[in-house]
């Protein structure tokens, strides 16, 4: 067995103590990653029963399951580093009583080939605590069939400033106790910082939960935050065909990403509205004349997202695809 990189190494360790998104198997509200791909299930018209889902970095497999237990003619493989975790998914699996899910132990970096082809990679939350996220991407998508799709969370930089910050303010107190999380944790609670954004769950019913947040968000031993641009670079070294942002989160609102100005009303989920934040006629020309890369910038710089999820798609992927604000939003690499 190859063994794990130091940093891979740190990561694992703190997820033992504090896995996520929770230690209890007793969750409600963990539906985010169920109701993205119903989105992407209407606005693409492209149905998810009947397909192979991969998910790297399945953590304690909240989210996943929810996604099982709804895509019941679907088979799914959830893979993760920590044992921990893996034995609260497994604990999941059969309080659910669910067939279509099996969880393994693998670690990323050390390559998935091995897993097989799917039609669908999903890796929310993980890129951003490899060791390497870009040679991680390289690896999920060799994962990927002809016409694969895959959908990342990554942090972002631009909204993920106070966040760091606090981070910094911890990490400076704990001075020679770095690795210590309860200390950690504690320094949190005392100075007012358990105050989460948007894509942690927010519904917490104890402290153990509560901790595993903290920790995820405050005292993680490794993370890299990314603005479009850095996103931009990350997918310029995949073998994808392009990406698109398919969304983002700012402050504790989510939003479908779009960066045309009349953007589409049909569902009833908040959109990044350009024509509202620039409101002068003389602005919105300016806009209208960018780049779609520069239009991306401007959204980045005025909505500062600390999160961003992305849809990754092969070339037969995307000629299948019909959902137009994909396609309008969408950046060929290739
Ligand atoms: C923030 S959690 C996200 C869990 C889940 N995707 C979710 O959204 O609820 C990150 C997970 O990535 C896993 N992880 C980190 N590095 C990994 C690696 N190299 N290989 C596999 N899993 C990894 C961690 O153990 C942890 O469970």
Known sequence: MTKDDPITQKVKNMYKKYPYPSPSTDVS???????????FEIESKIKLENKSIFDAGSGTGHRITNVAQHFKKSSFLGIDISDKSLSIANKLKKLKKLQNIEFQKYNIMNGVKTLGKFDLVLCM??????????NGLQMLTKTLKDDGIIFLYLYGKLGGHKRMVNKEI???????????YDLGIKLARDLGLNKFDYGWNLNFK????????????????????YDCNDIDNLFKKS???GYAIFGITAGTEGYLFDASITTDKKLSIPQTNIAEKLKTKRSLSCYKLLNLKDKLR????????????IIGLTKY???KLS???????FIKIK
């Open 29 to 39: 509200q963990t539906n985010e990653l169920l109701n993205l791909l119903r989105i």
């Open 125 to 134: 939350g993980v890129l951003h605590h490899l060791s390497n996220p870009s």
């Open 170 to 180: 911890i990490s400076i107190l704990l001075d020679k106790e770095k690795l210590n």
């Open 206 to 225: 104890n402290k153990k939960e509560e901790d595993a947040l903290i920790v995820d968000s405050l005292l993680h031993a490794n993370e890299f935050l």
């Open 239 to 241: 073998n994808l065909y």
């Open 298 to 309: 401007i959204i980045d710089l005025i909505y500062e997202p600390n999160g961003y999820t």
């Open 317 to 319: 992927a995307y000629d």
């Open 323 to 329: 959902n137009k604000r994909i396609k309008r939003n």
